[in-house]
């Protein structure tokens, strides 16, 4: 361990939130200042990449300024710039890692770029002391699913992803199809509350018998398919059960073959990463699974399951305990990998 606190600030931009968070040697967050753009891209029924730009540009100075002010830090006293150069959309993370940059130069400290992926992952550390490394995790976004074995801090094996749709994806597209807005997952997270998740008995695709891959598109087309033909036979469209019956194909599928790779890797914890790690269905499940085997489950709040600079910051001060610098000639990444 260093003697001396390491300060990072985090800078997130990589799609509709702009974040700048301050967090203290890796786990304690100090402020996590979220701007979500939610509200500006709901009537499109998803994220328009130029307006998401537009709106970083914006926002991304009053972000950070409230991240300091409201950590009681001067920028002075910062160790290290962290900030993601990817996987995201090109435009939007062109924004904080162009300011970032800017941050590091004028005040002579290290830039320091984090894949957004390991962003989600080190979310389970903020305010926490006991999860540690080795664990394994389900990264569960709009843009990803991955079971991950986590070696160390930064040390990943991807056991597992999707092979077309990303979970979270799945859950807005059915949302919008049912009529119930964007973002999906929180609104068909509280219709299917209400209603009976085996109304429909929805495909689950565990794939080849020793795969932690995932695949929802025939999920999805089933989903459709069973509402053109409501449609086409005027039976009326029982949303909140449908809902729950979509709901529970794809969270059956998630908690299984988390559970299967923590236990095909004897691991004591699992931590669940990502937007859908939200879903309140999949806490209960794998709680209950794990507490079956004599495992333990853990999640981020809320908000730090979401996009947010403070998982940024965190990921960072790992790199920056090994000395991973960034030059400044780093460039986004639309597509990169963990
Ligand atoms: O991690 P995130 O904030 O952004 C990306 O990196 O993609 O994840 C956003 C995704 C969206 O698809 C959203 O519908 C989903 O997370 N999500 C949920 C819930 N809350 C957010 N999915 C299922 N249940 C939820 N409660
Ligand atoms: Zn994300």
């Given at each position: 361990?260093?003697?001396?606190d390491?300060?990072?600030?985090?800078?997130?931009?990589?799609?509709?939130?702009?974040?700048?968070?301050?967090v203290?040697?890796?786990r304690?967050?100090l402020?996590?200042?979220?701007?979500?753009?939610?509200?500006?891209?709901?009537?499109?029924?998803g994220?328009?990449?130029?307006?998401?730009?537009?709106?970083?540009?914006?926002?991304?100075?009053?972000?950070?300024?409230?991240?300091?002010?409201g950590?009681?830090?001067?920028?002075?006293?910062?160790?290290?710039?962290?900030?993601?150069?990817?996987p995201?959309?090109?435009g939007?993370?062109?924004?904080?890692?162009?300011?970032a940059?800017a941050?590091?130069?004028s005040?002579?400290?290290?830039l320091?770029?984090?894949?957004?992926?390991?962003?989600?992952?080190?979310?389970n550390?903020?305010?926490?002391?006991?999860?540690?490394?080795?664990?394994?995790?389900?990264?569960?976004?709009?843009?990803?699913?991955?079971?991950?074995?986590?070696?160390?801090?930064?040390?990943?094996?991807?056991?597992?992803?999707t092979?077309?749709?990303?979970?979270?994806?799945?859950?807005?597209?059915?949302s919008r199809?049912l009529?119930l807005?964007?973002?999906?997952g929180?609104?068909?997270?509280?219709?299917?509350?209400?209603?009976?998740?085996?109304?429909v008995d929805?495909?689950?695709?565990?794939?080849?018998e020793?795969s932690?891959?995932?695949?929802?598109?025939?999920?999805?087309?089933?989903?459709?398919?069973?509402?053109?033909t409501?449609k086409?036979?005027?039976?009326?469209i029982?949303?909140?059960?449908?809902?729950?019956?979509?709901?529970a194909?794809?969270?059956?599928v998630?908690?299984?073959k988390?559970?299967k790779a923590?236990?095909a890797r004897?691991?004591?914890?699992?931590?669940?990463s990502?937007?859908?790690?939200?879903?309140?269905?999949?806490?209960?499940?794998?709680?209950t699974?794990?507490?079956?085997?004599?495992?333990?489950?853990h999640?981020?709040?809320?908000?730090?399951?979401?996009?947010?600079?403070?998982?940024?910051?965190?990921?960072?001060?790992?790199?920056?305990?090994?000395?991973?610098?960034?030059?400044?000639?780093l460039?986004?990444?639309?597509?990169?990998?963990?």
């Amino acid at each position: 361990m260093l003697e001396k606190d390491s300060l990072i600030l985090g800078i997130e931009s990589s799609c509709d939130e702009t974040s700048a968070a301050i967090v203290k040697n890796g786990r304690d967050c100090l402020s996590n200042i979220i701007y979500s753009q939610i509200e500006i891209h709901q009537p499109y029924g998803g994220v328009v990449p130029e307006v998401a730009s537009r709106n970083h540009i914006k926002m991304i100075d009053v972000v950070v300024e409230k991240a300091l002010v409201g950590s009681g830090v001067m920028l002075k006293d910062i160790d290290a710039i962290a900030v993601t150069y990817g996987p995201g959309l090109i435009g939007s993370l062109l924004v904080g890692l162009s300011y970032a940059k800017a941050v590091a130069y004028s005040i002579e400290k290290p830039l320091i770029g984090v894949n957004h992926i390991d962003g989600h992952i080190c979310a389970n550390y903020i305010n926490n002391d006991y999860v540690k490394p080795p664990f394994i995790t389900l990264v569960a976004s709009g843009g990803h699913t991955n079971i991950i074995f986590v070696k160390d801090y930064g040390s990943y094996e991807v056991m597992g992803q999707t092979r077309d749709d990303a979970a979270g994806e799945a859950f807005d597209k059915i949302s919008r199809s049912l009529g119930l807005g964007y973002p999906g997952g929180p609104a068909i997270d509280q219709a299917a509350k209400i209603g009976n998740s085996c109304f429909v008995d929805f495909p689950r695709a565990y794939l080849e018998e020793d795969s932690y891959d995932f695949s929802f598109s025939g999920l999805k087309s089933a989903v459709l398919n069973y509402l053109n033909t409501c449609k086409m036979k005027e039976i009326p469209i029982e949303v909140n059960h449908i809902a729950a019956s979509f709901q529970a194909a794809v969270i059956d599928v998630l908690a299984n073959k988390t559970m299967k790779a923590a236990l095909a890797r004897g691991m004591s914890s699992i931590c669940l990463s990502g937007g859908v790690a939200r879903n309140s269905l999949l806490r209960t499940r794998l709680e209950t699974m794990a507490s079956h085997k004599g495992l333990v489950v853990h999640f981020p709040e809320p908000d730090l399951c979401s996009d947010n600079a403070a998982m940024i910051a965190s990921a960072g001060y790992y790199q920056y305990m090994k000395g991973q610098y960034s030059s400044f000639e780093l460039n986004a990444v639309a597509n990169l990998k963990i």
